[in-house]
């Protein structure tokens, strides 16, 4: 079983930064795909950025490249996945979930066996 917890949410100024954390345990985590996904109020569910099991290869959506970045650190039965959010825009405002799969096709198409409750990210004009 894998459990994912997320922090680092918060209210920021159009232009600021705020970095996002998720642990995630259990014990076959660490070769798992993880990734960041969205949600707006009134909106669906929308794939963020991605990192493959040892973080050599990243995926971002197009609205976000440049401006954010996947990063994610192994240790023995928990990982812990970063997402760097520099230049926010009113846009990026959303709930901001982690997930996880053994499977990285499958975990950036939405269908992740594995997510967490997400932290709310609120940026102001």
């Known amino acids: 079983q894998v459990q994912l917890v997320e922090s680092g949410g918060g209210l920021v100024q159009a232009g600021g930064s705020l970095r996002l954390s998720c642990a995630a345990s259990?014990?076959?985590?660490?070769?798992?795909?993880m990734g960041w996904f969205r949600q707006a109020p009134g909106k669906e569910r929308e794939f963020v950025a991605a990192i493959n099991w040892v973080g050599a290869s990243t995926y971002y959506a197009d609205s976000v490249k440049g401006r954010f970045t996947i990063s994610r650190n192994n240790a023995k039965n928990t990982v812990y996945l970063y997402l760097q959010m520099n230049n926010l825009e009113p846009e990026d405002t959303a709930a901001y979930s982690c997930?996880?799969?053994?499977?990285?096709?499958?975990?950036?198409?939405?269908?992740?066996?594995?997510w967490g409750q997400g932290t709310q990210v609120t940026v102001s004009s």
């Open positions: 997930a996880a799969d053994s499977v990285g096709t499958r975990l950036r198409a939405g269908r992740g066996a594995y």
């Open positions: 259990g014990r076959t985590v660490s070769g798992y795909a």
